[in-house]
């Protein structure tokens, strides 16, 4: 038997809060085993980057202050080495980071990445809160675009939505925000701005990307778009955020945060991404047609069946109180 894989693709540009997203994810989906032998994990070089992200993150809490752009991006090809395992049996889960730059460029790895983002029955979008909201006028909300990569993202979902619907194979597009934490008021917050935020990302920011899904989906029900924002620290507010030139002389937004109280990070929302992989890996049990996901589901009850027990659970699990279906 050929090892099995679950891949899931992830698109954004650098410095949008990526490898913080998967720390998060992490961090949270520990809370939603407990009372299960299984474990959802980083492996290999995944654990040694995750440690440092938390490191980097622990450091700027101490200090007083949060400074998102002071933290290591990266403009490298990236995957994510996860695992959802019980016992010895184990369904590797890999994410591939894709830098949002590359989405434009023609690099040695495109045709790898294309054919990585075909497979994928899953696609995670993230989006930096701070950007999307705090744009005022029109030079600024063109940089908004810029920065978030919009039309080239647009390009390829629409992309991957045609690809699932040829396939006959559902997919699921998570439209991550991150960085919500000053635009909540559920989890220590101030002031309640998530109306204003949603309406930011889906009716404006993102319009073009789900407007594209909705014409490939054609009202079918093998696509489907869940809308999750995420408080990837959860002990941060939103101080300043100013859009000044970067090297490239184009506008950046710099945004700079004040630490809650003992600084404890605390996590809200990122846990629903190991939920979202459960529900759409369960729903292949009583599918009818043959593709990957019936084939793994077939591994994993012949595999374990605590194992499979695990991933009911988690699919069985409600969402979280933020996540709301757009498609």
């Known amino acids: 038997m050929p090892e099995i894989i679950y891949k899931v693709a992830l698109l954004g540009p650098t410095r949008s809060g990526k490898t913080s997203l998967i720390s998060s994810a992490l961090a949270e989906a520990q ?9 959802f994990k980083a492996t290999g070089s995944t654990l040694k980057r995750i440690q440092e992200n938390r490191q980097e993150l622990d450091g700027a ?6 400074n998102p752009g002071a933290l290591a991006g990266s403009q490298d090809l990236t995957i994510y080495d996860l695992s959802l395992s019980v016992g010895k049996s184990i369904l590797p889960i890999h994410i591939l980071d894709y830098p949002g730059g590359w989405l434009t460029d023609v690099t ?14 899953i696609l995670i979008l993230p989006v930096d809160a701070v950007v999307a909201m705090e744009c005022r006028g029109e030079k600024e909300n063109i940089a908004a675009r810029h920065r978030l990569n919009t039309a080239a993202i647009e390009d390829a979902v629409q992309n991957w939505a045609r690809e699932r619907v040829q396939r006959k194979s559902p997919g699921i597009i998570l439209l991550v925000p991150v960085k919500c934490e000053s635009y909540f008021s559920d989890h220590g917050g101030r002031r309640d701005r998530s109306a204003e935020l949603r309406q930011r990302v889906l009716e404006k920011t993102y319009k073009g990307a789900l407007d594209r899904v909705r014409g490939e989906g ?15 620290m959860g002990c941060v507010d939103l101080v300043t955020a100013d859009w000044e030139k970067a090297p490239d002389n184009e ?6 945060y004040r630490v809650r ?16 992989i459960a529900k759409m890996i369960a729903q292949a049990e009583k599918s009818a047609e043959r593709n990957f996901l019936v084939e793994l589901w077939r591994w994993i009850t012949d595999e374990d069946k605590a194992l499979v027990a695990a991933i009911k659970a988690l699919s069985d699990r409600p969402w979280g109180a933020r996540v709301t279906k757009v498609l």
């Open 31 to 39: 809370d939603f085993l407990i009372g299960t032998p299984a474990k």
């Open 61 to 66: 809490l101490a200090a007083g202050s949060f």
């Open 108 to 121: 040695p790895e495109f045709e790898e990445v294309e054919n990585w983002i075909k497979e994928c029955n």
């Open 218 to 232: 054609q009202g079918s029900q093998m696509l489907s778009v869940f809308y999750m924002p995420v408080d990837t």
């Open 251 to 256: 506008l950046e937004c710099h945004a700079r």
């Open 261 to 276: 109280g003992k600084g404890q990070r605390s996590v809200l929302g990122a846990g629903d991404l190991l939920v979202a």
